[in-house]
C-alpha cells in the first residue's frame, strides 16, 4: 500500500471524528450508528499504529481515541490499553502469522494456537481489583488517561464488587467490554440512536443512578497490570477470570493454522445478526503467555495480536468530480467526489482513486457510476466502473503534470529495490514553497505526537492561515491573541487558553522536535533513533550547518533512503531557516540514555542467523539493556555477534579493525 493511499485515507478519518467528536462526547447527539463511529475512532488508532508517520497529523482536538472528559477525573492507565492492528482477508492474517514466526525465529506454524474470541462492538473499560475489592474503574480515554468512572461500572451486575475465590491475584486490572444487547435495547431504542451509543452515554452519566437505569453488561477478556502471573496461556486466563465470577464469551476458542481462523471466521459472519449483541469481527490473540511476552509490541499495538474485521459493504454511485488533494510531503491523491450514498449506515460522499496508475488500469472518469467499497470500513474507494452507463462524451481523466497548489513540477520517485518509479506523483516544491505542503506541515507539526498543543486542530490551523496568523512553525510562538479572541468562535478564556497550551509546548523531547520537522521518512522510530544519535539540539543542528550525513551511515535503523531525506530537507533554506529560529525560541531536551543495563556503552551488530531468536529479537534485547546497535563494520564496533552462516566480508572487516568476534552464547552471557 502506498503512502500517498495511507495518508489521504486517515486525513479523511480526522476529518470526519472531528466532526463527530463534539457532538457524540459532549453534547450525546451522534447522528452515525455507534457502529460507524466507533469503527471510524479505531480506524485512526490502527492506521496510527501501523504506520508510525501518519501519527504527525493528530492534533489535539483529535487525539488518539479521545481526551478524559473535563467532567471527569482522570487517571492514568498502569499499563496502556492498546488497540489492534487489522485484517480483512487471508492474506492479511498470513501475512501476521509470517511476521510472527519470522520475529520468533520460528519455522514450525504449528507451535503457533490462537485464542480467538469475538470483537464485541461495546465501550473498553478497565476495572482494578486490590485484595480482592474493586477499587477503581476507568475508560479507556486515549489509551494513556481514562475518565474515572468507577460508581458508574459499579451498577453493572456482571461486574464483581469483591471476588470470593482465594487464589485471585492481590493486585490486577482486568480488561472487557461493557455493551447492551439487543433485545434490551429495543426497549430503551426512543433514547439512544444505537447500543454503543447507549453504553458510552450511560457509562458517562455524572448520576450513577442514571447509569443504573441502563441494562448494561460486561465481558472479561483480558488484563493489564498484574502482580501474579499464574498463567501460561490466554486460554487459561479465559478460565480463571469465570472461576473468578467473570462472564466471559462462549464462543471463545483455541485454533491453529489461517485456514482454520478463516472457516470460523466465516461461521461467525453467517451469524453475526442471530447473536445477542453486536460484533463486528475476531480477534486472533498468540495463546501462549511467553510468546506474547517476547513479541511484545511495534509503535501501539502488541505483535501478538490482530482483529480480523467483517467484510465490507458497497454500492453504486455516480462521480461528479475528480479532486487532486496533497498531502504533507507532496503526494498527489486524487479524490472521486460522488453523488452520496449510504454505505452500511455511513452517508458516502468521497472515495479515494488512490493514485493516477489505479485511474489508468480502472479507465475512471467523471460522470461514471461507479462500485464503491467500504473496503474493510476504513475509507471508501472506487472499485470498479459500470462501462454500460458511460456517456457517449465521456473523456479520459488527466492527471495534472503541474502541482495544483503551486504550479511545481510533478515528480515520481525512482525506487532502487524494485528498479521502478513509484505509483505516487509528487509535488517537486520542498519545505513551505507550495501552500497546501506548508498548511499540512503545520497540522503535523502542532499534532498530539510532535508538539501537542491542545486547541490548535487542522480547523483552526487553515483558519489561522487563512488569516496570516501563521504561515511558519515559529509563528506559531508568536501570534496576535488580542486579533485572536475578537474572531468569531473565540473569546478571552479560549484565546488565554491557546497561549498557556502554546507556551506549554516550547518545552519538548529532542525526538519529538525532529519528528515535528515532518522530514518524509522520519517517522516517530527514525527520530528516536536520530535523537539517541545526537543527544541534544546542538548536535542535531551542526548537522544544518556541516552537512555531514555520512556520519548515519552507521545508525542501524537509518538508511540511504532517510539520509536523502534528510539532505533534501536541509539543502532547502527556508527549512535550515525554521529549524535555526525555532531552536532560538524553545528549550529543547537533552536526552538522557539508560546507563544502568548490562550492555551500557557497548555497540553491537549481528551477522548471520541466530539459533532460537531472530534478529529484530536479538536487537531489541540489546537496546533493552542499554546496547547500541551499529549497521556496517567500523572502528566504533564494539561486538560483532556471528550466527550460522556469518558474512565473511564483515567477519574479515572485525578482525581487521580488533573488533571482538563473538558467537551468540557469548553474546548471551553478557546479558547473563
Known amino acids: 500500500m502506498q503512502k500517498n493511499e495511507i495518508k489521504k485515507k486517515y486525513f479523511?478519518?480526522?476529518?470526519?471524528?472531528?466532526?463527530?467528536?463534539?457532538?457524540?462526547?459532549?453534547?450525546?447527539?451522534?447522528?452515525?450508528?455507534?457502529?460507524?463511529?466507533?469503527?471510524?475512532?479505531?480506524?485512526?488508532?490502527?492506521l496510527e499504529k501501523k504506520y508510525t508517520f501518519l501519527i504527525s497529523d493528530i492534533s489535539p482536538s483529535n487525539t488518539v481515541g479521545f481526551k478524559p472528559s473535563k467532567n471527569f477525573l482522570k487517571a492514568v492507565h498502569r499499563e496502556r490499553m492498546l488497540s489492534l492492528s487489522n485484517a480483512?482477508?487471508?492474506?492479511?492474517?498470513?501475512?501476521?502469522?509470517?511476521?510472527?514466526?519470522?520475529y520468533l525465529n520460528i519455522k514450525d506454524k504449528k507451535i503457533l494456537e490462537y485464542s480467538v474470541e469475538p470483537k464485541i462492538d461495546g465501550i473498553s473499560a478497565s476495572l482494578t481489583y486490590k485484595n480482592n475489592n474493586f477499587v477503581l474503574g476507568l475508560s479507556r480515554g486515549d489509551g494513556?488517561?481514562?475518565?474515572?468512572?468507577?460508581?458508574?461500572?459499579?451498577t453493572i451486575k456482571d461486574i464483581p464488587k469483591y471476588i470470593e475465590n482465594t487464589k485471585f491475584p492481590k493486585d490486577i486490572d482486568i480488561?472487557?467490554?461493557?455493551?447492551?444487547?439487543?433485545?434490551?435495547?429495543?426497549?430503551?431504542?426512543?433514547?439512544?440512536?444505537?447500543?454503543?451509543?447507549?453504553?458510552?452515554?450511560?457509562?458517562?452519566?455524572?448520576?450513577?443512578?442514571?447509569?443504573?437505569?441502563?441494562?448494561?453488561?460486561?465481558i472479561a477478556y483480558s488484563f493489564g497490570f498484574n502482580n501474579e502471573i499464574n498463567f501460561k496461556k490466554q486460554s487459561e486466563f479465559l478460565q480463571l477470570l469465570?472461576?473468578?465470577?467473570?462472564?466471559?464469551?462462549?464462543?471463545?476458542?483455541?485454533?491453529?493454522?489461517?485456514?482454520?481462523?478463516?472457516?470460523?471466521?466465516k461461521e461467525l459472519e453467517k451469524k453475526r445478526y442471530d447473536l445477542d449483541f453486536d460484533v463486528d469481527g475476531l480477534v486472533y490473540k498468540i495463546n501462549s503467555i511467553e510468546l506474547q511476552n517476547r513479541l511484545g509490541f511495534v509503535a501501539n499495538a502488541p505483535r501478538w495480536a490482530i482483529a480480523h474485521k467483517f467484510s465490507a459493504d458497497s454500492s453504486f454511485s455516480k462521480i461528479l468530480n475528480i479532486e487532486i488533494q496533497i498531502g504533507r510531503t507532496g503526494a498527489l491523491t486524487p479524490v472521486a467526489k460522488v453523488k452520496p450514498v449510504n454505505i452500511g449506515g455511513v452517508l458516502v460522499s468521497n472515495a479515494t482513486l488512490h493514485n493516477e496508475e489505479e485511474i489508468i488500469r480502472k479507465d475512471i472518469r467523471v460522470g461514471d457510476t461507479v462500485k464503491i467499497e467500504r473496503a474493510g470500513d476504513v475509507i471508501p474507494h472506487v472499485l470498479l466502473v459500470d462501462i454500460n452507463k458511460r456517456s457517449k462524451e465521456s473523456k479520459k481523466f488527466l492527471f495534472p503534470q503541474k502541482c495544483p497548489s503551486c504550479g511545481s513540477k510533478v515528480i515520481k520517485d525512482f525506487n532502487k529495490v524494485s528498479k521502478k518509479y513509484d505509483a505516487v506523483k509528487r509535488c517537486s516544491s520542498e519545505g513551505y514553497k507550495c501552500e497546501k505542503i506548508a498548511i499540512e506541515k503545520i497540522k503535523h507539526f502542532v499534532s498530539k505526537e510532535a508538539f501537542n498543543i491542545e486547541g490548535l486542530g487542522k480547523k483552526v490551523v487553515e483558519k489561522?492561515?487563512?488569516?496570516?496568523?501563521?504561515?511558519?512553525?515559529?509563528?506559531?510562538?508568536?501570534?496576535n491573541y488580542k486579533k485572536i479572541e475578537k474572531l468569531d468562535g473565540w473569546g478571552t478564556q479560549s484565546s488565554n487558553n491557546l497561549k498557556k497550551s502554546i507556551e506549554k509546548s516550547r518545552n519538548i523531547e529532542l525526538d519529538k522536535f525532529i519528528f515535528s520537522l515532518g522530514i518524509r521518512h522520519i517517522g516517530q522510530e527514525n527520530a528516536r533513533l536520530l535523537s539517541k544519535f545526537f543527544l541534544n539540539i546542538k548536535s542535531f543542528e551542526d548537522l544544518t550547518k556541516n552537512f555531514n550525513f555520512n556520519s548515519l551511515a552507521n545508525l542501524d535503523g537509518i538508511g540511504e533512503t532517510q539520509i536523502n531525506s534528510l539532505k533534501n530537507f536541509f539543502s532547502d533554506q527556508i527549512n535550515l531557516n525554521v529549524v535555526k529560529k525555532l531552536v532560538s525560541i524553545l528549550s529543547i531536551k537533552d536526552v538522557v540514555l539508560n546507563t544502568k543495563g548490562k550492555l551500557v556503552n557497548k555497540t553491537f551488530m549481528f551477522t548471520g542467523k541466530l539459533s532460537n531468536i531472530s534478529r529484530a529479537e536479538a536487537k531489541s534485547l540489546t537496546e533493552q539493556n542499554s546496547g547500541k546497535i551499529l549497521s556496517n563494520v567500523s572502528k566504533k564496533l564494539d561486538y560483532l555477534v556471528i550466527g550460522e552462516k556469518p558474512t565473511a566480508k564483515k567477519v574479515k572487516q572485525a578482525n581487521e579493525l580488533s573488533i571482538k568476534v563473538i558467537s551468540q552464547l557469548e553474546w548471551k552471557k553478557l546479558l547473563n
Do not use: C, M
Open 242 to 265: 469465570k472461576n473468578w465470577g467473570f462472564k466471559t464469551n462462549k464462543f471463545n476458542k483455541v485454533i491453529s493454522g489461517v485456514d482454520n481462523l478463516v472457516q470460523i471466521h
Open 12 to 46: 479523511d478519518k480526522i476529518k470526519e471524528l472531528n466532526k463527530h467528536n463534539l457532538l457524540y462526547y459532549q453534547k450525546s447527539k451522534p447522528i452515525i450508528s455507534d457502529k460507524d463511529y466507533d469503527k471510524l475512532k479505531k480506524e485512526i488508532f490502527e
Open 88 to 102: 480483512f482477508d487471508k492474506n492479511d492474517l498470513g501475512n501476521f502469522e509470517k511476521k510472527v514466526l519470522n
Open 464 to 479: 489561522f492561515w487563512n488569516l496570516k496568523l501563521i504561515k511558519l512553525p515559529y509563528d506559531i510562538f508568536n501570534l
Open 175 to 218: 480488561r472487557g467490554e461493557v455493551y447492551i444487547e439487543k433485545d434490551d435495547f429495543k426497549n430503551i431504542k426512543d433514547r439512544f440512536a444505537n447500543p454503543r451509543n447507549a453504553a458510552s452515554g450511560s457509562l458517562r452519566q455524572k448520576d450513577s443512578s442514571e447509569t443504573k437505569k441502563i441494562p448494561l453488561r460486561f
Open 144 to 154: 494513556t488517561e481514562g475518565e474515572v468512572i468507577t460508581e458508574n461500572l459499579k
